[in-house]
């Protein structure tokens, strides 16, 4: 009996602990071991242009990108940069297999549960449409029963849905989005303001407008992983400094993007 008991015992300690080793995340990547490596990863959009997309040579570019390439720099090490979503980037960072996360993130209070967030944050934008002229939309509540083309994880799809009545098909990643919304697939695109503007000054979205009044404007935040607290601190000092030296508003203008309030209101208070 003693041998059976002994044995049940052994074996619900081991249980629990597998149960604990299931549920532990990797191991936060230190700033040092990101030197040690010589090599700093990067997750990053390749889909959202201008903050993160490929060129014609299939490279990934963009506002994003080249500021993942100011903290290698800063940091003295080479940088790999790997292609996320919004469905997969805070995964990503959880796993391991990103040191650092810079991908068009809005702030929420659920997202810092997650990862962390580092203060202050780079970036703002808002929610809105991108809808043929011809839709004629003028309120959020036209929407009302029609197909809203969406991107998995975003968290206005939910609002878009709830509130305004759209019915949301929801997307991987914007490329697809946008192919489904020229084809007819929706009637509108909900996605980042930001991102929608860019959009409409391309040809082939001529005849396409951003109609609605924008909502939701939010700040974006780069992220590390839960606990990696000195990486945390390094990169709040670089955010900081893109503020206070005009680099945000120098990258908007690079990729013709019309400095954006936030970004303005950062560097005046950083200055």
């Not at 990696?228 to 908007?252: C, P, Q, T, V, Y």
Request: aromatic residues 10%.
């Amino acid at each position: 009996m003693n041998k059976l008991m002994r044995s049940a015992l052994l074996g619900a300690a081991a249980a629990v602990a597998l149960s604990f080793g299931a549920l532990a995340p990797a191991d936060a990547t230190t700033l040092q071991e990101v030197k040690d490596k010589g090599t700093l990863v990067v997750g990053v959009k390749a889909d959202y242009k201008p903050y993160g997309y490929l060129n014609s040579d299939g490279e990934i570019v963009g506002i994003e990108p080249e500021l993942a390439q100011d903290v290698a720099e800063k940091l003295g090490v080479e940088l790999e940069m790997v292609p996320v979503v919004s469905s997969n980037r805070m995964q990503f960072l959880e796993q391991g297999k990103i040191d650092l996360m810079i991908a068009t993130m809005t702030d929420r209070p659920d997202r810092r549960e997650v990862v962390q967030i580092v203060d202050p944050n780079y970036y703002s934008s808002g929610t809105n449409v991108m809808a043929p002229k011809k839709a004629g939309f003028k309120e959020w509540t036209d929407l009302d029963g029609a197909p809203v083309c969406g991107i998995q994880g975003a968290f206005y799809n939910r609002k878009t849905q709830e509130e305004f009545g759209a019915e949301i098909v929801a997307f991987k990643g914007t490329s697809e989005a946008l192919t489904a919304l020229q084809q007819g697939r929706c009637v509108a695109f909900v996605y980042d303001d930001s991102f929608l503007i860019s959009k409409l000054g391309e040809d082939e979205w001529s005849e396409f407008e951003m109609p609605l009044q924008t909502i939701d404007d939010a700040p974006w935040g780069l992220a590390v992983a839960k606990g990696a607290d000195d990486f945390a601190a390094f990169m709040s000092d670089m955010i900081k400094e893109w503020h206070k030296s005009g680099r945000i508003i120098e990258l908007e203008k690079k990729y013709g993007v019309k400095p954006t309030p936030f970004a303005e209101k950062m560097h005046k208070e950083y200055m």
